[in-house]
Every structure is written in structure tokens, then in C-alpha cells.
């Protein structure tokens, strides 16, 4: 499989369907993976984080024609993670039992998938971390819990993107909205473009880049 230049790349996986691939994932994770597996309370927890470390290093790998086993990864300051030998660009996202994998070449990317779920007071959420603006498109829709987790999963991928993290404040910037799903959008900032996906009517999921624009390809492993 060869490197993605000109495109990206989006994983979209559903771990239940992986569950018999643990035991092979746990021999090829490194030693501080399985310390961090370990300290999950919950056995669901800790075989949903072995199966998303170990299909991230099966993918790269396979992108780069290496041994899953042979990767080593480091964060910046902020948390974000790389590839210490570097070739790649990747982000991950997981939430319930999708996992987005997304990688490319020469660009930042930062991916996100939410699950929709009831019972948020999103009016009192987008009040303390939407942008105006983001507030009123919410509040024009039929169905605003479409409008407020298509946001809110820009927002992440936006902030992923950057290597941000938490350390960016998500009131004080805006994110593009209503465009068709797999349609490219430029924020306020151009050098960045926001995107969309078509997941799964459960889930809200999106992916940021450096612009120029460049196809956004879903995958499954």
C-alpha cells in the first residue's frame, strides 16, 4: 500500500468486529501500551484500547511496509501522537465501537466521530463553547442535535488537527456548517478545510486538513 500524497485516508471500523483479533493485537503492542491496557478498570475498556492500538500499528504498517511491532510513537507537549521515524500523518478517534483511523503525507490531520447521544443539554453546552454564530445555526434547525454534534465533532478534528488539545479554547473560533457530507469547506482561516462524513446515521464524524483540498476516502480494515 502505497503512501497518500494527495488524498486522505479514513479507517472506519467497528471494533466489535475485531474482537477475536485481541490476542494477536497484545503481542504486537509495546510494553507501555499493555502497562496502559492494564489500567483500565473496566475489561471492555481495556480490549477496546488493545484493538485501536493495534489496528492503528496494523494500518500504518501496512502503509509503510513495516513491521506493526517495529513502530514507535511519541507525543508532542500537548498530547498529540507521531511516528518517531515520521512518513506518515495520522490522527485517531474512537467513540463506542467506531474507531476513524485517518492518515495522509504532508499535512496535518486531525479526525473526529461522536455518538449522537440523548440526554445533553446542548442548549447550555453550545452557550459555553459554541461560537455565535454556531449558536444561531443550531438554533434555525429542525432537529438541532444534528446541527450541534456536527459542530462539535469539527470543533475536535480542528483542534486534533492543530496539536491543540485542550489547549485551545473552542468558543473562540468558528467552524463552517450545513455543507453536504464528503463536500470540502474552508473555515474562516483558509489554510484550513473541514469535512464531513457519512458514518453511520448514529454517529457525527468529521476531518480537518491543510488546505489545498484533497479527497477524503473512507476505508474499512
Known sequence: MEPFIDSIEVWNIRLSD???DAGYYRTILAGSELERAEKFRNPDDAERF??????LRRILAECLRAKPSALAF?????????????????NVSHSRDRLL?????????????????????????????????????????????????????KK???????GAGIYKD?????????????????????????QTLEIDPAYAAAVVSETPSVPVHLRTP
Open 101 to 153: 483511523i485517518a492518515v495522509t503525507v504532508g499535512r496535518a490531520v486531525g479526525v473526529d466521530i461522536e455518538f449522537r447521544r440523548d440526554g445533553l443539554d446542548m442548549e447550555s453546552i453550545a452557550r459555553r463553547w459554541f461560537a455565535p454564530e454556531e449558536q444561531r445555526f443550531v438554533q434555525s434547525l429542525e432537529n438541532p442535535q444534528a446541527g450541534f454534534f456536527e459542530i462539535w465533532s
Open 18 to 20: 475485531h474482537h477475536s
Open 74 to 90: 511519541s507525543c508532542t507537549a500537548q498530547g498529540k501522537p507521531f511516528l518517531d521515524t515520521g512518513g506518515l500523518e495520522f
Open 156 to 162: 475536535e478534528a480542528y483542534v486534533k488537527a492543530l
Open 50 to 55: 488493545i484493538l485501536g492500538r493495534g489496528l
Open 170 to 194: 473552542l468558543k473562540s473560533f468558528a467552524v463552517p456548517t450545513g455543507e453536504r457530507p464528503f463536500s470540502p469547506s474552508l473555515g474562516k482561516d483558509p489554510r484550513w478545510f473541514f
